[in-house]
């Protein structure tokens, strides 16, 4: 006889959050591996970006908002893709 369990977390929701508490505006990296596109620090992150000479966005986590890519702080490290990076 099979017995269903009871998941105690049935009825979890939650709301949707605000535009300006998410980081939006991105245009993500297309390079395909085993490499990593974002990463974490207690005050920073680093996300791979698209584009020519391996652009990389240095933002901080307590201020989140829209990405623009002619003000927003980017990092161009060489002329190949960027692969791995870390803090």
């Given at each position: ?69 002619g003000t927003s702080c980017q ?13």
């Amino acid at each position: 006889m099979f017995k269903i369990r009871h998941s105690k977390y049935r009825h979890v929701f939650c709301d949707q959050p605000k535009p300006d508490q998410c980081f939006t505006g991105f245009k993500l990296s297309t390079v395909t591996g085993d490499q990593q596109y974002i990463k974490a620090s207690a005050k920073y992150y680093v996300v791979s970006l698209f584009g020519g000479g391996g652009p990389m966005h240095v933002g901080r986590l307590d201020r989140p908002g829209r990405f623009e890519a002619g003000t927003s702080c980017q990092v161009e490290g060489h002329t190949g893709a960027v692969l791995d990076f870390d803090f």
